[in-house]
């Protein structure tokens, strides 16, 4: 019984130990219909000069890398940004931290391709439809929209910085925080090095009229 308390008591503190990656955490609901304006002129993203980049903490070190988005646009009407949606490669999947070590590395980036992980194999595409905008500043709104990971959609909402809206180029970023289990990303890591739930991702999106 001791034992058993003291593995107990172990659990919690590695689980304590583990913190989320830094940014705002994204409200979550379940899949709601898109009530965003489809007028207006369309923005076709440029991947080339567009980015993802997330981060995932577990207790002994952070890991970071990208993901590339494959398509996208975004919808411009009067000026402001009324829609939009994307789809993203997840066999792009990279991972940053390690580029000094090839090995480790693609032992990461195997397993967050796995079915432990994003499975690519089945679910080789994510999306990310925006559902509504909310009113904000020229330079900041709320965007909702339902991300579909692994098959599994779920409606989130974060703020957009737009650094440029000019009438041919918009710029816009986001950095949030979702929770992978809610996608059914469940895998937990190592007893000793527990993996946090939330995934960190940071958003650079250019699009050209």
Same mark, same amino acid.
């Given at each position: 019984?001791?034992?058993?308390s003291?593995?107990?008591? +172990?659990?919690?503190?590695?689980?304590?130990?583990?913190?989320?990656?830094?940014?705002?955490?994204?409200?979550?609901?379940d899949?709601?219909?898109? %009530?965003?304006?489809?007028?207006?002129?369309?923005?076709?993203?440029?991947?080339?000069?567009?980015?993802? %980049?997330?981060?995932?903490?577990?207790?002994?070190?952070?890991?970071?890398?990208?993901?590339?988005?494959?398509?996208?646009?975004?919808v411009?009407?009067?000026?402001?940004?009324?829609?939009?949606?994307?789809?993203?490669d997840?066999?792009?999947?990279?991972?940053?931290d390690?580029?000094?070590?090839?090995?480790?590395?693609?032992k990461?980036?195997?397993?967050?391709?796995?079915?432990?992980?994003?499975?690519?194999?089945?679910?080789?595409?994510? %999306?990310?439809?925006i559902?509504?905008?909310?009113?904000? +500043?020229?330079?900041?709104?709320?965007?909702?929209?339902n991300?579909?990971?692994?098959?599994?959609?779920?409606?989130? !909402?974060?703020?957009?910085?737009?650094?440029?809206?000019?009438?041919?180029l918009?710029?816009?970023?986001?950095?949030?925080?979702?929770n992978?289990?809610?996608?059914?990303?469940?895998?937990e890591?190592?007893?000793?090095?527990?993996?946090?739930?939330?995934?960190?991702?940071?958003?650079?999106?250019?699009? !050209?009229?």
């Amino acid at each position: 019984m001791k034992k058993l308390s003291l593995v107990l008591l +172990s659990a919690v503190l590695f689980a304590s130990c583990t913190t989320n990656p830094k940014g705002d955490k994204a409200a979550t609901s379940d899949e709601i219909e898109a %009530t965003a304006v489809s007028e207006g002129t369309t923005y076709a993203i440029d991947p080339s000069s567009s980015s993802i %980049t997330w981060t995932g903490n577990k207790v002994t070190r952070a890991h970071t890398g990208t993901i590339k988005l494959s398509s996208g646009s975004v919808v411009i009407n009067e000026g402001k940004l009324t829609g939009g949606e994307f789809s993203i490669d997840m066999n792009s999947i990279e991972n940053e931290d390690l580029k000094d070590d090839e090995v480790n590395k693609g032992k990461l980036e195997g397993h967050l391709k796995s079915p432990d992980f994003f499975d690519v194999t089945s679910y080789p595409t994510s %999306t990310f439809v925006i559902t509504e905008v909310s009113e904000g +500043s020229s330079d900041k709104v709320d965007v909702a929209g339902n991300l579909t990971i692994r098959g599994i959609t779920k409606n989130v !909402k974060f703020p957009i910085i737009i650094s440029q809206n000019t009438g041919e180029l918009f710029v816009g970023s986001a950095d949030f925080n979702i929770n992978r289990k809610d996608w059914g990303v469940a895998y937990e890591g190592m007893k000793d090095d527990l993996i946090s739930d939330e995934v960190n991702f940071k958003v650079s999106l250019t699009a !050209k009229k």
